[in-house]
T-cell receptor
Framework: DAGITQSPRHKVTETGTPVTLRCHQT?????MYWYRQDPGHGLRLIHY???????DKGEVSDGYSVSRSKTEDFLLTLESATSSQTSVYFC?????????????FGEGSRLTVL | QKEVEQNSGPLSVPEGAIASLNCTYS??????FFWYRQYSGKSPELIMF????GDKEDGRFTAQLNKASQYVSLLIRDSQPSDSATYLC???????????FGGGTRLMVKP
């Protein structure tokens, strides 16, 4: 199994509070991603990173920010959580720098915003 | 906007039968196609990818691609109850682009 860990695995928070999800990899891979998964929508890309301090937006980036200060860590922050951000969040890394379509996913973080 | 469409299912097949999972995509520039399997409550895992028109076989799995019709499918032969999962189709324009995922098809294999 790819060495990807997400924390926390479960979190319940209230609207308006900040939330940070952490993704840690031990594979030394360049590309890291944050997805959210909601019923009927499949996986949607929030943000991704192609190196330390190099990040870019995905298709559903509004309300989210990311940071990558070390190769192994990719943080996703909800500055002010809303109920629409209740979801399961998956971190992923690319298994190959030549083909970024081969992804390995973390176990997911379930976030509930009340 | 790039779209990847899958029937959400559930697709129910008896054990031992062939399961056929289908996916259509809107972006004619897509070059690479991926099938991920996701068990309930778990994370997705890559099971196959295909780049060229035609069939690609890997054990009980066969991926089929028809770029002219913008259609990709996954066949599972000799379906087993352990194949029961949601199957996600994903497309990529080229190796440097991000994946666009479909909503997934839930497969149920009944003993």
């Amino acid at each position: 199994d790819a060495g990807i860990t997400q924390s926390p695995r479960h979190k319940v928070t209230e609207t308006g509070t900040p939330v940070t999800l952490r993704c840690h990899q031990t594979e030394n891979h360049r590309y890291m991603y944050w997805y959210r998964q909601d019923p009927g929508h499949g996986l949607r890309l929030i943000h991704y990173s192609y190196g330390v301090k190099d990040t870019d937006k995905g298709e559903v980036s509004d309300g989210y920010s990311v940071s990558r200060s070390k190769t192994e860590d990719f943080l996703l922050t909800l500055e002010s959580a809303t109920s629409s951000q209740t979801s399961v969040y998956f971190c992923a890394i690319s298994g190959s720098t030549a083909n970024t379509g081969e992804l390995f996913f973390g176990e997911g973080s379930r976030l509930t915003v009340l | 906007q790039k779209e990847v469409e899958q029937n959400s299912g559930p697709l129910s097949v008896p054990e031992g039968a062939i399961a056929s999972l289908n996916c259509t995509y809107s972006d004619r520039g897509s070059q690479s196609f991926f099938w991920y399997r996701q068990y309930s409550g778990k994370s997705p895992e890559l099971i196959m990818f295909i780049y060229s028109n035609g069939d690609k076989e890997d054990g009980r799995f066969t991926a089929q691609l028809n770029k002219a019709s913008q259609y990709v499918s996954l066949l599972i032969r000799d379906s087993q109850p352990s194949d029961s999962a949601t199957y996600l189709c994903a497309c990529q324009e080229n190796a440097g682009n991000m994946l666009t995922f479909g909503g997934g098809t839930r497969l149920m294999v009944k003993p």
